[in-house]
């Protein structure tokens, strides 16, 4: 199952820990998850913030770029990215480069 880096970014006034209508929006995108793990078959690994640096990264396993593209394209997700940037990246986890390095001549 391909598995997904986030990694957003958003200004200190866009901050949820100051801003209501961006802590609203953050609690609703959380909330949304258990939902959306069983409508796209995705899989939130796990979630990280840098708070100083207003900075998270999001682990998300998904059956295809497809099934990861429509989350973002859910009404809570378009509201907590409406005041970030996003990098995504697909991302493999050490067993599949220990893999890849065995098999490699």
């Known amino acids: ?7 957003s970014r958003h200004t200190p006034e866009n901050c949820p820990m100051n801003n ?5 929006a953050n609690l ?4 949304k ?3 959306w793990s069983k409508k796209y078959k995705v ?7 840098v708070p100083n640096e207003h900075l998270n990264f ?10 990861f593209q429509k989350i973002s394209k859910e009404p809570e997700a378009v ?10 990246k697909m991302v493999i986890n ?3 480069i220990m893999k890849i390095l065995r098999q490699t001549k």
């Not at 999001?58 to 099934?67: C, D, G, M, R």
């Open 1 to 7: 199952m391909p598995t997904f880096l986030l990694i």
């Open 20 to 24: 209501e209508k961006k802590r609203k």
């Open 28 to 31: 609703a995108y959380f909330n």
């Open 33 to 35: 998850m258990d939902a």
């Open 43 to 49: 899989k939130m690994v796990g979630a990280w913030s």
């Open 58 to 67: 999001l682990v998300i396993e998904a059956p295809s770029l497809e099934a």
């Open 79 to 88: 509201a907590v990215g409406a005041t970030e940037t996003y990098e995504i």
């Open 94 to 96: 050490k067993e599949e």
